[in-house]
């Protein structure tokens, strides 16, 4: 294992920001690589959804590793050699000559990496979700709101990229449905647990416990949190409340994601919610929330509702079996229903006499641009950050917060009204208390 530091020369970023600031574009130069202006980024959670980036990071210098299973290292350091390892976040941030990193560790970890990396004028990527409570949602999107324009942030809702995004967007803008009233999803992976694994066995050699759990609350040591495959490990942890969300935090933020940038979504001022019988260690798996949102420039009111855990909408045709669509998302509007999964739409108009004389659809040189490469859109961004992505902070701190306000009104078992200025609900004080969670001892988000 490389445990020396890089030598780096890297010129921080608030002066590439400077030049980035107006609207002369200079591509600012990065890292030990300049000359080919190569990003120095820190891959965080190695394995696992980790190894899904390993293609796209090639094409950057990977200076820093970090996992909290040294088990994952010697791997990883064959596709990246020269990388510093850390088993610690909170000192790979601190690496010299950091540009970016890619966060891939667990939900319960996200926010805070995220907010101690922006904290630091780093670039951050985040795995979905971005945070798990509804404060830890505002708190990133605060830090970010200080930085727009001179980091570049993406939350891994890579399904964001598929060209199915688009065109659900410009039939909702064009009003191939009429003006927009209801928006839904949904999404019917179910993987009930009935609660924290019990003690069993010690963590391996290598393998630091303790760091795992982070600034969750403990829970003692269970293979069974570390049981899946690569890439699906997170299915034996994201169901309990002080690791994940449940299935808002899972698929839901890809469906939602789905729905959330065809309606152009903003923080609802209600919530309501029911679902199974409240468990105290496990996120509902049956559940459903409904939100009112406000009218924006281009539509008025709407709800939005979210169905998990085979909770579904009702289909607007007995013909249509919403249930067949495991992840979806449908629209009412004024005219008709548009049904989405993330690769297919369909349009059903109303009345048999509905000739749809009244949509105009677009030219081809009007259609929305592709995302492209979805880790490229935000390497470009790093480069320059004047440029957009699809999943900032700012888009995927509002939409998470949301759902997550959903779980808040599950615990309430009411109707409740949102401030989301203060990210309080006016009407019932005693949902505050579910908007944040204790963390233990020596953590701090703010850090
Ligand atoms: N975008 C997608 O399509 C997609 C797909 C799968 C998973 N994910 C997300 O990726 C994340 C990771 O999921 P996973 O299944 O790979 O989980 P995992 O349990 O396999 O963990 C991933 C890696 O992170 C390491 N790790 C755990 N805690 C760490 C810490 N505190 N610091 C550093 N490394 C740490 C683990 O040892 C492992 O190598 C989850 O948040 C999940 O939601 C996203």
Redo the contacts with the bound molecule.
Sequence with gaps: MNTQPTPLSRRRFVGAAGLVAGSMITRPLFGQNAASNKLNVAL???????L?HYEALSEENVVAL????EA?FPDALKRFPGATTYID?RKCLDHKGLDAVMI????H??AFIANWALKRNLHVYC???LAITVDEARTVRATWETKKGKLATQV???RHAQPNFNRVKELIRDGAIGELKDAYAWGNRQIPKPGYFPEEGTPPPGFHYD??L?PAPFHPYNPAY?S?K?????L???MFWDFGAGQI??MGS?TMDLLWNAVDGSLPTSAEAKGEAYNSDVTPVNCESHFELPANDWRGPITVNWYQGGAMPRSPKPFIDLTKIGHGAMFKGTKGFLIADFDTRMILPFGDDADMTYYKSRKSDDLLPAVGVFQKQWFDACRDPSKKTACDFGYSADMIEMMLLGLVAYRVGKKIKYDGKTGTSPDTPEANAFMKKEYRDGWNIDG
């Design positions: 965080i959670g190695v394995w696992g959804r980790g899904a970090c996992d909290i299973n994952h976040w891939c560790t667990p939900d970890t996200h795995e979905k979700p891994g809702m890579q760091l795992w982070g570390f899946g690569a890439g699906a490990n997170c034996s942890w994201n935090g899972d890809h």
